[in-house]
């Protein structure tokens, strides 16, 4: 079992968790996930580590509530526990001295893009953060963000906080104006990550994203994380989930992320009596 | 009283029924039928079937006790050699190994001593078989064993009781390895059966470790030198799907074996939406292989309702790897043995979801290598046969993540780690490995075979440690 240290409600569907789990908080890296299982009639579920403390022992953990499983978790408080919690999981992502990187994260994405712009800045890179947002008030992390990287955009869909527009206006803005990008990392929705991924192509900026697909073991045993990446199946679990942004794809990607939404909508309404679903 | 030349029957569920249900198919013997069938045993002078078992169990002294009724020393004489005899007695193939030494065999039907171990390891279950854990010395070695799978438990069971402190890591919520996840329930029940047999190896005194994913989490290296662990056996099996490269295999709709049985037996898929993992199964499932997992995933296929389902294999019936009773099996529930086909493109909708399989027929040429016959298509004799869900069984191989960070281990081309057949020792001092890592796909006796040769082995090493 894992206790859950402290619970936050970031915004009325994003929650954090810190899970006390010393063993996988003092082996994880960037750009690592995790498996986890709410209880024992629960599925896996895979989430992306948006922060770990070795001291402390405990992995952060921000997830929003997209159908049961998530609305379960989200109905957990500190002090609860879930039955399982396996990591660290995937390869870490590639830290080291590139120059200027510009981590771009969409929505939730922001979280697991904390540790990778820590990890830069540590490494000696000037590093800039791109967080996008549908309005200002489901925007997280920004003063985390701040703390660890040398300037911070924030965009906004609705131009209620910040630039208004998309995270690409955002990287087509620091172009224009001279910067000079040897490195982005782009996580969030797949679409994003395709926007972002299609806009740096022509301007030959190598771009990284964190591919989300379906999973169930995460450790490479069943391939149902299978994305095409270039001429290659790769399983993201293992191979992954850090690839070539301009290799991926994507359509593929989301393709296969509507596998079961029949099914996941008929689940929801199994258990949603708790009414966190909006 | 003459001497039967056939096996007592056991009793199985109907076709019809058993078809749609998720309940063991074979139900097993009474203690009457039991009795009977150890009557059939000869107790040869040269007993052969125990040169048939990987794991050399006393056959004759535990049949004659069955005979005696003897119950209680029948499966004290089993666990001398055995730590899961209920699993071993319906899953082993004992066509090839103990049944086909036995001398009835030459004339008859051989003695059931599988059907004969599966009953007398069910009867000491049902009445709670008591277990004495071991005492530890104060200074004990410790061992740790990497895989809860068929030669890890059975590794780490005979080295608690040769007095080791063992700690198995494993990597998914469940112990077992394949017998968890990938044997089917009515092949192998889960709480009946497997969750009782490792159990009985935790009340030895062997600790488990599960969510712990070796070469993640840990690296063998830091067990030995940061753990205190004094020697590590390697028993992580083959669980790397392999798929065939044929066009639309990332089409919705296409699973790995691997996958599907996993979200079937360890997430019980099929109970969805009580439990939250889900599974889709259309009407025509095809599944591409023709061995036991092939078996497994097309019978569970239907018992999730396919009205269709297709094995599709390459060769024929004769060369088809699966045990002859899971074929039998397959065959009276109903699955449509396309033999001599190979599939050459998944087709898919605009969805992307599969619609269709395109296959080629087969002819069977010259014997290649390994001495079957190799199969080559027929030109120009490509079909479709409609199709909502695919299975893609056609064999796994090692997972590279121990590999890849334990430097100093030595792997093959294909990626298995070598170890010495007899020692199970690998490049590594003090390093260990058996079962599916080191041989690629096989039984499960045969792994527990591995694990019981390792334990011997890593007995003398540390013997020989500690002397030092």
Same mark, same amino acid.
């Given at each position: 079992?894992?206790?859950?240290?402290?619970?936050?409600?970031?915004?009325?569907?994003?929650?954090?968790?810190?899970?006390?789990?010393? +063993?996988?908080?003092?082996?994880?890296? %960037?750009?690592?996930?995790?498996?986890?299982?709410? #209880?024992?009639?629960?599925?896996?579920?895979? !989430?992306?580590? %948006?922060?770990?403390?070795?001291?402390?022992?405990?992995?952060?953990?921000?997830?929003?509530?997209?159908?049961?499983?998530?609305?379960? =978790?989200?109905?957990?408080?500190?002090?609860?526990?879930?039955?399982?919690?396996?990591?660290?999981?995937?390869?870490?992502?590639?830290?080291?001295?590139?120059?200027?990187?510009?981590?771009?994260?969409?929505?939730?994405?922001?979280?697991?893009?904390?540790?990778?712009?820590?990890?830069?800045?540590?490494?000696?890179?000037?590093?800039?953060?791109?967080?996008?947002?549908?309005?200002?008030?489901? =925007?997280?992390?920004?003063?985390?963000?701040?703390?660890?990287? #040398?300037?911070?955009?924030?965009?906004?869909?609705?131009?209620?906080?910040?630039?208004?527009?998309?995270?690409?206006?955002?990287?087509? %803005?620091?172009? #224009?104006?001279?910067?000079?990008?040897?490195?982005?990392?782009?996580?969030?929705?797949?679409?994003?990550?395709?926007?972002?991924?299609? %806009?740096?192509?022509? !301007?030959?900026?190598?771009?990284?994203?964190?591919?989300?697909?379906?999973?169930? #073991?995460?450790?490479?045993?069943?391939?149902?994380? +299978?994305?095409?990446?270039?001429?290659?199946?790769?399983?993201?679990?293992?191979?992954?989930?850090?690839?070539?942004?301009?290799?991926?794809?994507?359509?593929? !990607?989301?393709?296969?992320?509507?596998?079961?939404?029949?099914?996941?909508?008929?689940?929801?309404?199994?258990?949603?009596?708790?009414?966190?679903?909006? | 009283?003459?001497?039967?030349?056939? *096996?007592? $029957?056991?009793?199985?569920?109907?076709?019809?029924?058993?078809?749609?249900?998720? @309940?063991?198919? /074979?139900?097993?013997?009474?203690?009457?039928?039991?009795?009977?069938?150890?009557?059939?045993?000869?107790?040869? $002078?040269?007993?052969?079937?125990? $040169?048939?078992?990987?794991?050399?169990?006393?056959?004759?002294?535990?049949?004659?006790?069955?005979?005696?009724?003897?119950?209680?020393?029948?499966?004290?004489?089993?666990?001398?050699?055995?730590?899961?005899?209920?699993?071993?007695?319906?899953?082993?193939?004992?066509?090839?190994?103990?049944?086909?030494?036995?001398? &009835?065999?030459?004339?008859?039907?051989?003695?059931?001593?599988?059907?004969?171990?599966?009953?007398?390891?069910?009867?000491?279950?049902?009445?709670?078989?008591?277990?004495?854990?071991?005492?530890?010395?104060?200074?004990?070695?410790?061992?740790?064993?990497?895989?809860?799978?068929?030669?890890?438990?059975?590794?780490?069971?005979?080295?608690?009781? $040769?007095?080791?402190?063992?700690?198995?890591?494993?990597? &998914?919520? *469940?112990?077992?390895?394949? &017998?968890?996840?990938?044997?089917?329930?009515?092949?192998?029940?889960?709480?009946?059966?497997?969750?009782?047999?490792?159990?009985?190896?935790?009340?030895?005194?062997?600790?488990?470790?599960?969510?712990?994913?070796?070469?993640?989490?840990?690296?063998?290296?830091?067990?030995?030198?940061?753990?205190?662990?004094?020697?590590?056996?390697?028993?992580?099996? /083959?669980? &790397?799907?392999?798929?065939?490269?044929?066009?639309?295999?990332?089409?919705?709709?296409?699973?790995?074996?691997?996958?599907?049985?996993?979200?079937?037996?360890?997430?019980?898929?099929?109970?969805?939406?009580?439990?939250?993992?889900?599974?889709?199964?259309?009407?025509?499932?095809?599944?591409?292989?023709?061995?036991?997992?092939?078996? @497994?995933?097309?019978?569970?296929?239907?018992?999730?309702?396919?009205?269709?389902?297709?094995?599709?294999?390459?060769?024929?019936?004769?060369?088809?790897?699966?045990?002859?009773?899971?074929?039998?099996?397959? *065959?009276?529930?109903?699955? @449509?043995?396309?033999?001599?086909?190979?599939?050459?493109?998944?087709?898919?909708?605009?969805?992307?979801?599969?619609?269709?399989?395109?296959?080629?027929?087969?002819?069977?040429?010259?014997?290649?290598?390994?001495?079957?016959?190799?199969?080559?298509?027929?030109?120009?004799?490509?079909?479709?046969?409609?199709?909502?869900?695919?299975?893609?069984?056609?064999?796994?191989?090692?997972?590279?993540?121990?590999?890849?960070?334990?430097?100093?281990?030595?792997?093959?081309?294909?990626?298995?780690?070598?170890?010495?057949?007899?020692?199970?020792?690998?490049?590594?001092?003090?390093?260990?490995?058996?079962?599916?890592?080191?041989?690629?796909?096989?039984?499960?006796?045969?792994?527990?075979?591995?694990?019981?040769?390792?334990?011997?082995?890593?007995?003398?090493?540390?013997?020989?440690?500690?002397?030092?």
């Amino acid at each position: 079992m894992f206790k859950i240290l402290k619970k936050e409600e970031w915004s009325p569907s994003v929650f954090a968790m810190e899970i006390e789990a010393p +063993r996988v908080a003092r082996k994880a890296k %960037a750009g690592q996930f995790i498996v986890l299982r709410v #209880d024992e009639e629960g599925e896996r579920i895979p !989430l992306t580590i %948006a922060d770990f403390n070795r001291e402390t022992g405990a992995v952060l953990i921000v997830f929003q509530v997209i159908g049961a499983s998530t609305m379960k =978790l989200a109905a957990l408080n500190a002090g609860d526990s879930i039955v399982d919690f396996v990591g660290p999981l995937g390869q870490p992502s590639e830290i080291e001295k590139f120059g200027t990187v510009v981590v771009v994260g969409g929505g939730i994405g922001v979280a697991p893009t904390y540790p990778i712009a820590r990890a830069m800045k540590e490494a000696g890179n000037k590093v800039i953060a791109i967080m996008g947002a549908k309005t200002k008030d489901i =925007l997280i992390m920004e003063e985390e963000m701040k703390a660890v990287t #040398d300037e911070v955009v924030v965009t906004t869909d609705d131009g209620s906080y910040g630039m208004k527009g998309f995270v690409t206006n955002a990287v087509q %803005a620091l172009v #224009d104006r001279g910067e000079k990008i040897d490195q982005i990392t782009a996580i969030g929705p797949v679409i994003m990550m395709k926007s972002v991924a299609d %806009a740096t192509r022509d !301007l030959g900026i190598r771009t990284i994203v964190s591919l989300n697909p379906i999973m169930v #073991d995460g450790t490479g045993m069943c391939g149902g994380c +299978r994305v095409q990446v270039g001429d290659e199946t790769k399983f993201a679990c293992v191979d992954g989930p850090e690839f070539d942004g301009h290799l991926v794809d994507f359509k593929g !990607l989301m393709s296969r992320q509507r596998m079961y939404r029949d099914l996941e909508s008929q689940e929801k309404d199994h258990v949603c009596n708790i009414g966190l679903d909006r | 009283m003459a001497l039967s030349l056939e *096996k007592h $029957k056991m009793p199985v569920q109907d076709p019809k029924v058993r078809a749609h249900n998720f @309940d063991e198919v /074979a139900l097993g013997y009474d203690e009457e039928t039991a009795v009977a069938e150890a009557e059939r045993c000869l107790h040869c $002078k040269v007993p052969q079937c125990r $040169k048939g078992c990987p794991v050399s169990i006393d056959i004759p002294t535990f049949i004659g006790q069955i005979k005696e009724r003897k119950f209680d020393e029948a499966i004290k004489t089993i666990k001398e050699s055995n730590g899961l005899p209920a699993v071993c007695g319906r899953v082993c193939p004992q066509e090839n190994q103990c049944e086909k030494m036995c001398i &009835l065999a030459k004339k008859g039907e051989s003695v059931a001593i599988g059907r004969l171990e599966r009953f007398v390891a069910d009867r000491a279950m049902e009445q709670g078989e008591e277990i004495k854990p071991v005492e530890y010395a104060e200074d004990a070695q410790k061992v740790a064993v990497i895989g809860a799978g068929p030669s890890g438990l059975s590794c780490a069971g005979d080295l608690a009781k $040769k007095g080791y402190k063992v700690t198995i890591f494993e990597a &998914l919520h *469940k112990a077992g390895g394949v &017998l968890s996840y990938g044997i089917p329930e009515f092949r192998l029940p889960k709480e009946k059966v497997v969750a009782k047999e490792i159990e009985n190896i935790e009340k030895l005194g062997v600790k488990i470790e599960l969510d712990s994913v070796a070469g993640r989490l840990f690296t063998v290296d830091e067990l030995m030198e940061e753990e205190g662990f004094d020697a590590v056996f390697l028993g992580t099996g /083959a669980g &790397l799907p392999h798929f065939q490269g044929i066009p639309g295999e990332s089409l919705n709709g296409v699973y790995s074996a691997n996958e599907f049985l996993t979200r079937c037996n360890l997430m019980k898929a099929y109970r969805f939406p009580e439990y939250a993992t889900p599974i889709k199964v259309g009407k025509n499932v095809a599944v591409v292989g023709g061995g036991n997992v092939a078996m @497994d995933a097309a019978r569970t296929a239907l018992r999730l309702g396919a009205e269709h389902v297709y094995i599709v294999y390459r060769r024929s019936e004769a060369e088809l790897p699966a045990r002859k009773e899971e074929v039998e099996h397959a *065959k009276e529930e109903g699955i @449509d043995f396309q033999l001599l086909t190979n599939p050459v493109e998944v087709l898919g909708n605009e969805e992307g979801w599969v619609k269709g399989l395109r296959c080629i027929r087969m002819e069977l040429g010259e014997p290649d290598a390994s001495g079957r016959r190799r199969p080559v298509p027929v030109e120009g004799s490509e079909f479709d046969l409609p199709m909502d869900t695919v299975i893609i069984a056609i064999g796994t191989g090692p997972n590279p993540i121990i590999a890849q960070t334990t430097p100093g281990l030595e792997t093959s081309k294909r990626g298995n780690i070598v170890a010495d057949e007899e020692s199970c020792a690998t490049s590594k001092p003090g390093v260990f490995a058996g079962g599916d890592i080191v041989t690629g796909a096989a039984t499960v006796i045969l792994a527990m075979g591995a694990g019981r040769k390792a334990a011997a082995a890593i007995d003398e090493y540390l013997k020989e440690k500690r002397s030092k």
